[in-house]
């Protein structure tokens, strides 16, 4: 699994950016070992230390280079130099030491705004919750003071390379004249520097990074790395992807599901709820509905599992199949959640795309967990009443995304809501 990889100058950095990782829904880890082979195969970001922000040029070039000669970097689907919020430390010769790393050209793209910890940038200045940088502490750091309220000033003190700086005045034309800017500025620059007032800021610029394709380093304090992960991560085959398990027969789980599929481009797997009541058939059933999803999964953001039909006419009359069989009829939806369960517990293993499953019906919901050998459900939210987010505890798929919903709650778009919570990837 190729992950994203942040240098950060202190350990502080480091478990910052981790955090940020965590909201959108990734497994992160501050790296403190020196073999990458050490790592759990499960962490999608990993932020390094070099405890360099105090170290002279020297030292401090020697540290970031010695972090990146640990990693492969054919692992690695994000580089990221973590710099502080108010520009304090060796910022240009650590972006030095992290460019000479690479044989070919990786242009430097810096968005230093925190908007949520009140740090902007202005035409080239940063503001601190409204003040000047020079006038905040960081100004009077007895170990290393910032030299100016300029980004450039900040970074020109030791950065050999070029330094670009757009202004808000061309990020507010929109992610197209920023996709044009970075691709001109990146022909003759080393280092382009963005201001940045608010998130959506942040995240129009990160979009235009995406688009551009160009070969870069991200570096900022975390938000702009967080907005551009959250971009890799959408386009990749990791956690971007969702499943809704449906079992429910009642008039509003049609008209609910009829919804859905009119907002979702999605892959539905009719599964044949009398198969899963015979030991002669269920295997062939459950095969069957693997086989399909395994072959359509990759073109789609939703995978539909379900026995409900299409109109209510149509569903399946339990206590006729409870008479031919003798067979209770709660015992019969018992056997149809277990097997709806077991179907989606096997593509659930074989596919990491899944960051969560959408479960209509309360049965369905305990034997999915079952299944997984999950040991519960860790609430997070409430979707709407009566339809609960949250994450499995322990079990075959830890920390996955799970929304439960009784089948006859909610309006029309109660199942869109349901996928939403699950695709989105904060918490």
């Given at each position: 699994?190729?992950?994203?990889?942040?240098?950060?100058?202190?350990?502080?950095?480091?478990?910052?950016?981790?955090?940020?990782?965590?909201?959108?829904?990734l497994q992160a880890a501050s790296f403190l070992g020196t073999k990458a082979t050490d790592l759990p195969e499960n962490i999608n970001v990993l932020a390094a230390?070099?405890?360099?922000?105090?170290?002279?040029?020297?030292?401090?070039?020697?540290?970031?280079?010695?972090?990146?000669?640990?990693?492969?970097?054919?692992?690695?689907?994000?580089?990221?130099?973590?710099?502080?919020?108010?520009?304090?430390?060796?910022?240009?010769?650590?972006?030095?030491?992290?460019?000479?790393?690479?044989?070919?050209?990786?242009?430097?793209?810096?968005?230093?705004?925190?908007?949520?910890?009140?740090?902007?940038?202005?035409?080239?200045?940063?503001?601190?919750?409204?003040?000047?940088?020079?006038?905040?502490?960081?100004?009077?750091?007895?170990?290393?003071?910032?030299?100016?309220?300029?980004?450039?000033?900040?970074?020109?003190?030791?950065?050999?390379?070029?330094?670009?700086?757009?202004?808000?005045?061309?990020?507010?034309?929109?992610?197209?004249?920023?996709?044009?800017?970075?691709?001109?500025?990146?022909?003759?620059?080393?280092?382009?520097?963005?201001?940045?007032?608010?998130n959506n800021h942040i995240k129009t610029i990160a979009e235009a990074v995406v688009e551009s394709n160009l070969e870069y380093i991200a570096v900022d304090p975390?938000?702009?790395?967080?907005?551009?992960?959250?971009?890799?991560?959408?386009?990749?085959?990791?956690?971007?992807?969702?499943?809704?398990?449906?079992?429910?027969?009642?008039?509003?789980?049609?008209?609910?599901?009829?919804?859905?599929?009119?907002?979702?481009?999605?892959?539905?797997?009719?599964?044949?709820?009398?198969?899963?009541?015979?030991?002669?058939?269920?295997?062939?059933?459950?095969?069957?509905?693997?086989?399909?999803?395994?072959?359509?999964?990759?073109?789609?953001?939703?995978?539909?599992?379900?026995?409900?039909?299409?109109?209510?006419?149509?569903?399946?009359?339990?206590?006729?199949?409870?008479?031919?069989?003798?067979?209770?009829?709660?015992?019969?939806?018992?056997?149809?959640?277990?097997?709806?369960?077991?179907?989606?517990?096997?593509?659930?293993?074989?596919?990491?795309?899944?960051?969560?499953?959408?479960?209509?019906?309360?049965?369905?919901?305990?034997?999915?967990?079952?299944?997984?050998?999950?040991?519960?459900?860790?609430?997070?939210?409430?979707?709407?009443?009566?339809?609960?987010?949250?994450?499995?505890?322990?079990?075959?798929?830890?920390?996955?995304?799970?929304?439960?919903?009784?089948?006859?709650?909610?309006?029309?778009?109660?199942?869109?809501?349901?996928?939403?919570?699950?695709?989105?990837l904060e918490d």
């Open positions: 699994m190729k992950k994203v990889l942040i240098i950060a100058d202190d350990l502080t950095g480091a478990n910052a950016n981790c955090s940020l990782m965590k909201k959108i829904g230390t070099t405890d360099s922000r105090a170290m002279t040029r020297e030292q401090a070039y020697r540290e970031v280079t010695n972090k990146l000669k640990i990693f492969n970097p054919d692992d690695i689907h994000l580089y990221s130099k973590r710099i502080d919020s108010t520009l304090r430390g060796n910022l240009g010769t650590e972006l030095n030491a992290y460019q000479d790393y690479f044989t070919e050209k990786r242009v430097a793209i810096c968005v230093p705004s925190y908007p949520d910890s009140g740090r902007i940038v202005v035409d080239g200045k940063m503001y601190v919750n409204g003040s000047l940088l020079m006038n905040t502490d960081a100004g009077k750091d007895p170990k290393m003071p910032v030299v100016s309220n300029y980004v450039v000033e900040n970074f020109e003190k030791d950065y050999k390379g070029k330094i670009k700086l757009i202004t808000i005045s061309d990020i507010e034309k929109g992610k197209d004249c920023i996709k044009n800017e970075l691709i001109e500025a990146a022909k003759e620059y080393d280092l382009i520097i963005f201001d940045s007032i608010n975390g938000p702009f790395t967080k907005e551009l992960t959250s971009l890799i991560y959408k386009k990749s085959s990791i956690s971007t992807k969702a499943m809704a398990v449906i079992g429910s027969v009642t008039q509003i789980t049609i008209d609910q599901l009829k919804q859905l599929k009119s907002s979702y481009d999605y892959y539905q797997v009719d599964v044949d709820p009398i198969k899963l009541m015979s030991m002669d058939t269920i295997q062939d059933e459950i095969n069957r509905c693997i086989e399909l999803t395994a072959q359509n999964i990759d073109n789609t953001d939703l995978i539909i599992l379900t026995t409900t039909p299409d109109s209510i006419d149509k569903r399946l009359d339990l206590r006729a199949v409870s008479n031919d069989i003798g067979i209770s009829v709660d015992d019969l939806s018992l056997i149809i959640s277990r097997g709806l369960a077991n179907i989606a517990k096997h593509i659930l293993e074989g596919n990491d795309s899944l960051s969560g499953v959408f479960s209509s019906g309360g049965d369905i919901t305990v034997a999915l967990a079952e299944e997984l050998l999950s040991l519960g459900i860790e609430i997070k939210d409430e979707v709407m009443p009566l339809a609960a987010y949250g994450r499995l505890i322990g079990g075959l798929k830890p920390d996955l995304k799970i929304v439960s919903k009784g089948g006859m709650v909610g309006d029309n778009n109660a199942m869109i809501a349901c996928i939403e919570k699950i695709l989105k």
